[in-house]
């Protein structure tokens, strides 16, 4: 059974359509990222499944039981959900135990327990007692989780909750969340713009684009795979080369052999990583090409180069490089490239 399933969804904001028609499930004990530009949708779709707005038409389904539908509408609180905001929004006059286990039912003993347990599970064990301006914002997120988990939710909403958060803390915080999510039991609905985040976090990730999710799969397939040349551009970087035809009507690309579902109008796309350098002498096919500029990451480089036509396209390589700005190379690829409309 799917801890969140959505048919047919619409909302409109007076005359302005949103959301077009969303189909999206989210599995149980999963984690499902929602990716896509601001303004595309995903934080409307957040809200109506956390009955925060109700759509103009479409059907939402938790755990099974219908929330929203046709004459159907559940109120928030009685849909066993947990919400965690882009920043904690902790209550500033409670200490962190008091904001974990606000409105927890059960006694003083009881309520101190699963308190203690969650604050555990978020790697802020004996924290309770600290007010929330004694906090990082890394911290106030961990506690913001817990207080989403107190109640034991089938389901946890996030909504974009580590972008405020410096990028050396951001990665720690989110695996450490996202474990504990899952270590509870529950679901989870990312709402997300971050492609590394979503790529590399999520079970399953759900592409939307102008109100529609265009594109749903596990992340291998979503960046490996991409259903058109938004996706492609959207999720990752992308190298576009234009197609050739040959006699026979095959397609090609200065780099080797293209096919897919764009047909000849369409473009030729390959990831940086799908590209290869070799010395001008090594007998290598492909072009040859001559490198413009070399941007050095730590855990890999990006290269630009140059191809005969002038067309200038990415190449990845791990760690370090040999190659320096102005060195001629042979560029091939290791994969035939998709053709996208």
Known sequence: MAAIEVKELHVAYGDKAVLHG???VVEDAAVTAVLGPSGCGKTSLLRVVAGLLRPTAGRVSLG?????????????????????PQEGALFPHLDVAGNVGFGLPGSRREKSV???ELLALVGMAGTGSMRPQELSGGMQQRVAVARALSRRPDVVLLDEP???LDA?????????????????GAAALLVTHDQDEALSSADRVAVMRDGV??????PSDVYGSPVDLGV????????????????????????????????????????????????????????????VSVRYHGHDCLLDVVLPDGHVVAVRTLGSTPWRPGDDARLTARVPARVLA
Do not use: H, M, Y
């Not at 999710?213 to 596990?218: D, F, L, M, R, W």
């Open 162 to 164: 580590f972008s405020a």
């Open 168 to 184: 050396g803390l951001r990665d720690e915080v989110r695996a450490d969340v996202l474990a504990a999510i899952r270590a509870d």
């Open 22 to 24: 969303v189909d999206l």
């Open 232 to 291: 492609a551009r959207f999720v990752g970087e992308c190298v576009e080369l234009p197609l050739l035809a040959d006699a026979d009507g095959s397609l090609r690309t200065a780099l080797g052999a293209a096919a897919g579902p764009g047909g000849s109008t369409g473009v030729a796309v390959l990831r940086p990583e799908e590209l290869v350098l070799s010395e001008p002498g090594s007998g290598a096919d492909g072009a040859p090409v001559r490198i």
């Open 213 to 218: 999710v265009v594109q749903e799969g596990a």
């Open 64 to 84: 099974g039981a219908v929330v929203v539908d046709d004459g159907i509408w559940v109120r928030p609180e009685r849909r066993r959900i947990g919400i965690v």
């Open 114 to 116: 699963r308190v203690a």
